[in-house]
């Protein structure tokens, strides 16, 4: 008897998870139709490799600071914004949506980061923006501002890691089947809808106005750890590798680091010193917070970013 009861209860457990996810998968197929003109770019399309990559800039000034996204950061408009609003008023501000990331498009090639930054800097011709540049990369986009740096010297004036990655934060340890099996798991959440239950206002930075966390819940919903997303991982130890293999670069870094929450803890903030303390002109700012330090201690990071900014080549 006691049996077919707690079956009976598990059927009908199995039934409503069923309709619960039916009915969530249906309400998010609605509500990506009607978040269509959400869609409608911040920033300047330019064609790159015959799609559209957006380019998004604000304020004036005789410097310009490149904000480069951190892996699957849907919005790298609104998701920096509460650090480059408080630099906007002196500096020229350039946010890169790489493919698969904000309004650009999500792309069928292949996302080696050699051809990541090859893009990156086409598009920025494209758009009329000249260096050199101030990258300002967070978290996986160091390695990134530092091949930039590495291939093309005369193309960046100085590095600001807003608690960027290094070569030696990667491992063959970090791209196992059990990655590959989450973020997998992720992009099957974003198409039943389960995204939307986890990008809530409360969850958003408390900068943004509501419109534009509607816009970033719609692009989440969307865009959320997709196939490009998910492709440029497997490219990191190659690009790590590729790193390796030249010279350090030669540019003035500020690097900001976290307390290692929500990143690899202390093996995350010993790889970043160990690595500035091997470069010839290199700063570190401990920061007694978790990783999106661009909106926990956007205040002391502008304060430090003014100063390191206004003493370059001096």
Known sequence: MTKKIVGKVLR???????????ALFIYNRVMLIKE??????????????????????????????VFMAGSAIVSPIFEYKPLYSLLSNDYKIVVIEKFGYGFSDVI???????TIIRQDREAL??????GPFILCPHSMSGIEAILWAQTYPDEVEAIVGLDMAVPSTYSEKDFSWKKDLLVNFLA???????????????????????????IYLA??????????VRNEGKHILGA???????????VPMLMFISDGSGTGGESWIDALKDYASDLTDAQTVDL??????YEIRQEQINKDMRNFIENLNR
């Open 12 to 22: 009908g457990i199995r039934i409503i998870l069923l309709v619960f996810l039916l």
């Open 36 to 65: 269509k003109p959400l869609h409608e770019p911040l920033g300047q399309m330019v064609e790159v490799d015959g799609y559209n990559m957006n380019v998004y800039t604000e304020g004036e000034g005789e410097r310009t600071l």
């Open 108 to 114: 069928d090639d292949e996302r080696s980061f050699d």
């Open 125 to 130: 011709s494209k758009a009329g923006i000249d």
């Open 188 to 214: 099957v959440g974003r198409e039943i809808g389960f995204i939307r239950l986890f990008f809530t206002d409360n969850v958003l930075s408390d900068t943004l106005a509501k419109n534009e966390k509607a």
């Open 219 to 228: 692009l989440a919903s969307s865009k959320f750890c997709n196939k490009n």
């Open 240 to 250: 790590t590798d590729m790193i390796k293999s030249k010279t350090k670069p030669d």
């Open 288 to 293: 007694d917070c978790g990783h999106n330090v």
